[in-house]
DNA sequence: CTGAAAGCGCTTACAG
DNA sequence: CTGAAAGCGCTTACAG
């Protein structure tokens, strides 16, 4: 190529100073609609490319915003993620994704990148183990953070997710409901507030019932669906099994029912399987998922609304959003021992 | 926050000047390490954060790579990206993630925001109808540019991808070999170098086995699981109905799986089913799915490499390597009409 | 081994 | 409505 085509390029090409030049290419009113013209026309005929650098470095403001998850792959981040660059999207915002995988070094590399960059705002999902300092000092350093999915005590941010204790509560009270007196949990761990949360929901559940949960009964640690599927492997091979299971989450739950299968039962049948998010594939499962929805499209619209709000100069909330989930009842749970698979609606 | 941080603040801390600074935190050895050792200490005591958008204006280097395809929550496209990742993350690379979802205004947008941030590189899965000279125009403007998964004929750049034909045929060889004689295609478009080349190895390799293919066999269109669901709906009613079916990927495939069993057929029984990518998923579905390897990984590990090689100054290569793909044979074909599900190995 | 100075390409008061 | 000039925070010859 040959020399790059900057504002002064324009400039010369017409005689006018760069000053203008900025401010037409920007639309001020400042500028009379024949000279506005006549630069866009230029700028366009030379290829100029606008130097975001450039403009960020003088006015600190970079158009950024970074995205942290735990795994991008997993559909209930995605899920997530498609409505926040939806609205990111229309307030043409860039955004910057990375995985953790739950490895906080990670996390922290991403953090100080955005730092770096001069990133307007910051989405994340917390690894787990992550301090409130390490949220603090991202907002100390003008990097204003929402959370999401997972919120951490203390870091006096705001955070959107769901009701996880009241949501697992859901799906126990579903099966206790359809004749079902043991049920397993499947997945999670205690190290983030999601985990201790689902299990305190589906503990209490339980005990509300009057049923003393089996230690037995809880398999702590999957939240894969390859994950789910080594668990429904030793599942089947439970002495005493439990008549249902209730996941940690729909991708647990599809791979506890492909080993369940694998192990020759038959989930919906033999074993009542509940997941958690609701997520697209939990409806076309078959047999049909049944689950309890997590609000993916609700957390990613509002986080990245409060996010750009925030942007916009409004004041700062420290606000944790519950959102109210919603069991969804299908075919996995709903027909158990009933009926066989194949003959409902 | 007080006063920000910057290289000036340090020097006057320690009466050295910022030069000295510069070349310290970047370990040169023009430094004394006395003083390196100092200037240090204090940038962390300080709370230095180095302002990248300043160096790279100076540079003309960002330390940005760009990935563009068409869905990362697709795991043919997630898993390839977790090779990239892996690969930009050792060389310190900062990646820039979207998806186009084929439409050919985001990939643009997108490809100018990297313009603008001065992006070092872009890692393309092109969208449906990317012209070659969108290629050249990135090119042209400094933006070194390798493709993955889909190739654009005259683009002029490298380019890594499974050979297509190649592998369909395969799968199709496979199910002849089990005795199949009415072996449907489902899914893909002929607008992607993809669809076209998975088509023509199926028809290819019906013909050279003698069989002409029915018009009704080839089901165009789907290309995610709940296509593939919808898909086996249809395919179930068929009145001549086929006894095996490739699909354009392992989500279809998988989707369709679903349909099947919704429709009260059971897959790798009744009918045979072939993927196409072998996802991790492919091995715990069941029945477990056969499938032809895509090498994601080699896809993944290699673009980053050619990417990193160019932007270390080696000469660009404008080949397009196709990865030989390889059969994974699983119950949902093998054991078709002879051995009921569950009594596999 | 260290410092003074120019410059990367913008935007923003300020002056006219 | 337009222009001259300063400055955002770095890096890089160049001089010493």
Redesign the interface.
């Known amino acids: ?1 040959a020399q790059k085509v900057k504002l002064s390029t324009i400039a010369d090409e017409l005689g006018v100073s760069t000053a203008t030049v900025s401010l037409a290419l920007r639309d001020s009113p400042l500028v009379a609609d024949v000279t506005r013209n006549r630069i866009k026309e230029t700028a366009r005929d030379l ?1 100029y ?6 403009a ?2 003088r006015t600190s403001r ?1 158009g950024i915003v970074g995205v942290c998850v735990h795994d ?2 997993n ?1 209930f981040y ?2 997530i993620l ?1 409505y926040v ?1 939806h609205e990111l999207d229309r307030r043409r915002q ?6 953790h995988y739950d490895d906080l070094s990670k996390q922290r590399a991403f953090v ?2 955005l ?4 990133a307007d705002g910051l989405i994340l999902s917390p690894a787990v183990g992550t301090p409130a300092a390490d949220i603090k000092l991202a907002e ?3 990097l204003p953070t929402v959370l999401i999915a997972r919120t951490i005590e203390g870091a006096g941010v705001c955070g959107f997710r769901g009701d996880d204790a009241f949501g697992m509560a859901l799906a126990v009270d579903h099966l206790i409901g359809e004749g079902h007196r043991e049920i397993a949990m499947v997945g999670g761990t205690p190290q983030t507030s999601t985990g201790q949360d689902r299990e305190a929901g589906w503990r209490t559940a339980l005990l509300k019932a009057g049923i003393e949960p089996r230690p037995e009964w809880r398999i702590e640690g999957p939240r894969s ?2 994950a789910g ?1 080594q668990a429904a492997l030793g599942f089947a091979r439970l002495e005493r099994r439990p008549t249902a299971a209730v996941c940690f989450s729909d991708l647990v739950a599809l ?1 506890f029912m ?2 369940l ?4 039962l038959t989930p919906g049948v033999d074993v009542a399987v509940v997941g958690y998010d609701d997520i ?2 939990a409806e ?3 047999p049909s998922l049944s689950t309890v929805s997590n609000g993916q499209a609700e957390v990613g619209h509002r986080a990245a609304g409060a996010l750009l709000d925030r942007l916009s100069g409004n004041p700062a909330s420290d606000e944790t959003v519950l959102i109210k989930p919603v069991l969804r009842m299908r075919d996995s749970s709903h027909f158990a021992g009933r009926l066989p ?2 003959t409902s609606g």
Chains 1, 2 share one sequence.
């Open positions: 190529m290829g490319i606008y130097n975001r650098r450039a960020s470095l970079s991008v792959m559909p995605g899920e498609k660059e860039t955004f910057i994704l990375s995985n100080d990148t730092l770096q960059l001069g100390g350093n003008d669906r390859d599927f791979g492909y080993g299968a694998r192990a020759g697209e594939e076309i499962a078959t698979l194949g």
